[in-house]
């Protein structure tokens, strides 16, 4: 019992750590890429290419001042940004980081915890992440932030139904709702092979889950001041930035884990391999952001509803029709 | 005149997303900014690197001094008197054995339009402007820049912290 524990509480603690040491660094590699895209260095002061920089931002988010506005409602302006970094953390503990491995003769098995309905509750959760958007902006009392939070809503409602869609073909081909499973599924063939319609629509969708550019209406700069966290200083701006990157971080391992197979790969461990991918999409999210301009707020609605919706069921049928042809 | 009114509007209103012609577009633009990527960044990391300035270009004034290590301006005043600007204003001293030089020598450095006259001018060549162009102060005062800062005036050459 007690090895039970300790096992699993230093397991919690090394996927946090590791988890939160990564959120950190990719807004480093973020201003990095953003910067060499536009023939920039980036940071290059606070350290060694600017490598002590997440540390310097965070030292200043604490000691910055705290505002709550007077027209704030203030147990929900508090409560927002808690919920939205803790709907982004408790997506980690289903995140397969490999294959299990044996350290001083037991086996360890590299996830937290191996949920049968593991992607149910990874769309479950997630959905959690924009009802801190949505309070946030509506409990500062400010028009920007309402309107930010609003725009955070109904994309991410629209959007979620896409996702969903695209993950049923995955499903479907491997059988299981486990994400473990899933994985080992994708042994012989991965699931952008198998699925590539559904991994476009995933990514797509995943990409306005995130409020990333193209579809970072909650917060558009331009148009709304910053969005949703306009009134937000100090901590709690930065815990609406870390559940962003850590919500990009877990994006990421979920498009490694359904469609480029997980920790499967030749010659490197398992969680290499899982990196490197995760990595990949991580570096794809900040390519694409530097690439394409912000769409307009109806086109992504029409994008979601129009385009995407249909897709998604396109491709369930599809996947139906090629696994009655060839394995009924 | 436009021809097809239908048509036109359709153009306007931009429709690349309902005529499906944006995604060629979009990748090419992808491969762009990941061609910016691996190239060089043209960012000059400023104290630890420095722009190139001109042969000509014209900084901060220098008071040229002689082998003795004296002031070879005379306090003649032709720099003053051609200044555009009036930034320049000379106290002569003259000795009882004739030599003349400057008791002071001050340049106002917000004033100068850096014209070069002064360098000209000069018939003893003891003006000079350097190519040193990051001096930075707190208050004006600070910028009228007597002898001493104007002997040297390489020492304000910024070099980082």
Known sequence: MIEFVTILLVKTL????????????????????????????????????????????????????????????????????????AAALSLLVVIPFGDSVTIMGKEITLYLADLDIGILYVLGISTIGSYGCMLGGWSSGNKYGVLGGLRASAQMISY?????????????????????????????????????LAFVIFIICGLAELNRTPFDMPEAEAE?????????????????????????????????????GGWHGPFLPGVVWFFIKTFAMIFFCIWERSTFPRCRYDQVMKLGWKVLLPAGFLNIFLTGLWMLVFSG | ??????????????????TGKFIVPLLKGMVYTLKNFFSKPIT??????????????????????????????????LCACICP??????????????????????????????????EEAC????????????????????FDFDIAKLKNPEQFVFKGK
Request: glycine fraction near 8%; charge should be neutral.
């Open chain 1, 14 to 85: 090394v996927v946090f750590g590791v988890s939160m040491l990564i959120v950190a660094y990719s807004t480093w590699f973020e201003r990095k890429v953003l910067g060499h895209v536009q023939l920039r260095h980036g940071p290059m002061r606070v350290g060694f290419h600017g490598l002590l920089q997440p540390i310097a931002d965070g030292i200043k988010g604490f000691f910055k001042e705290e505002l709550v506005p007077e027209n704030a409602d203030k147990p929900v302006f508090i409560l927002a940004p808690i919920i939205s970094i």
């Open chain 2, 44 to 77: 000059i990391q400023y104290p630890s690197e420095r722009r190139e300035v001109s042969q000509r270009w014209r900084g901060l004034h220098k008071l040229k001094t002689d082998d003795r290590g004296e002031l070879k301006c005379v306090a003649c005043g």
């Open chain 2, 123 to 142: 018939p003893r060549d003891a003006i000079e402007l350097t190519k040193v162009y990051d001096y930075v102060d707190y208050n004006r005062q600070d």
């Open chain 1, 224 to 260: 709304l001041a910053c969005g949703y966290n306009v009134e937000y200083s100090s901590m709690k701006f930065a815990l609406f930035f870390m559940a962003e990157y850590a919500h990009m971080f877990v994006f990421a391992a979920m498009v490694t884990t359904l469609f480029l």
């Open chain 1, 160 to 196: 979620e139904l896409p996702m969903a869609l695209a993950v049923i073909g995955v499903v479907m081909v491997s059988g299981t709702l486990s994400l473990v499973g899933i994985v080992n599924a994708q042994a012989g063939l991965w699931n952008i092979v198998a699925q590539p």
């Open chain 2, 85 to 118: 600007a009036r930034a320049i204003s000379i106290t002569p001293y003259e000795e009882e054995g004739g030599t003349r030089y400057p008791k002071e020598f001050i340049v106002n450095e917000i004033r100068c339009i850096f014209c070069g006259f002064c």
């Open chain 2, 1 to 18: 005149m436009i021809e097809n009114k239908k048509e036109y509007i359709k153009n306007v209103s931009g429709c690349r997303a309902e």
